[in-house]
T-cell receptor, first 114, second 114 residues
Framework: GAGVSQTPSNKVTEKGKYVELRCDPI?????LYWYRQSLGQGPEFLIY????????DSGLPNDRFFAVRPEGSVSTLKIQRTERGDSAVYLC????????????FGPGTRLLVL | DQQVKQNSPSLSVQEGRISILNCDYT??????FLWYKKYPAEGPTFLIS?????DKNEDGRFTVFLNKSAKHLSLHIVPSQPGDSAVYFC?????????????FGKGTKLTVNP
């Protein structure tokens, strides 16, 4: 079946602009995660959804970052007033039900803030 | 502070030989550990995992060893193949009372030479 998909694959924006990044999880997966990977680092956790609710948003760096999953499937990560330091690869993962279930990652969205 | 550490940024081995990738962790609450493989411009791909109640898990050419007292795990690949060349990430999580988020190391770039 189809894996996790993310759009766009690349996004270039200017400092101060608003961006939205989309994640389509594997069909039927109730758990969805967002991670951010900066150059030379491993992925860093941002937020975890179980169904429609954000079960853990402790990784969001500040209030410019927000994510939604209104119908329990597709999720959107929203970044307001982008800064150059937001440039990174944003990865989405889903798992069947959370816990120790394997997290399957999408290809990521490469965000560049000029 | 890095809770999961991969101290070798790179490793080079000959085809057919054993590759050993190492990982250390500091948080004793972690009870589930995973290895992911990542090719350029792709998302991480799950490779193998191990629960803290075990000390070894094997899947084909891949074996993960866990030493809880030393807070150390390692991934053995034998025999190594050129297609194994990728960045390998060690990750850890708490499955009991945690948020199921994965905490990643910085990765080790493995190069398998023909």
């Amino acid at each position: 079946g189809a894996g996790v998909s993310q759009t766009p694959s690349n996004k270039v924006t200017e400092k101060g602009k608003y961006v939205e990044l989309r994640c389509d999880p594997i069909s039927g997966h109730t758990a969805l995660y967002w991670y951010r990977q900066s150059l030379g680092q491993g992925p860093e956790f941002l937020i975890y959804f179980q169904g429609t609710g954000a079960a853990d948003d402790s990784g969001l760096p500040n209030d410019r970052f927000f994510a939604v999953r209104p119908e329990g499937s597709v999720s959107t990560l929203k970044i307001q007033r982008t800064e150059r330091g937001d440039s990174a690869v944003y990865l989405c993962a889903s798992s069947a039900s959370g816990g120790s279930e394997t997290q399957y990652f999408g290809p990521g969205t490469r965000l560049l803030v000029l | 502070d890095q809770q999961v550490k991969q101290n070798s940024p790179s490793l080079s081995v000959q085809e057919g030989r054993i590759s050993i990738l190492n990982c250390d962790y500091t948080n004793s609450m972690f009870d589930y550990f995973l290895w992911y493989k990542k090719y350029p411009a792709e998302g991480p791909t799950f490779l193998i995992s191990i629960s803290s109640i075990k000390d070894k898990n094997e899947d084909g050419r891949f074996t993960v060893f866990l030493n809880k007292s030393a807070k150390h795990l390692s991934l053995h690949i034998v025999p190594s193949q050129p297609g194994d060349s990728a960045v390998y990430f060690c990750a850890a999580t708490r499955t009991q009372g945690g948020s199921e988020k994965l905490v990643f190391g910085k990765g080790t770039k493995l190069t398998v030479n023909p």
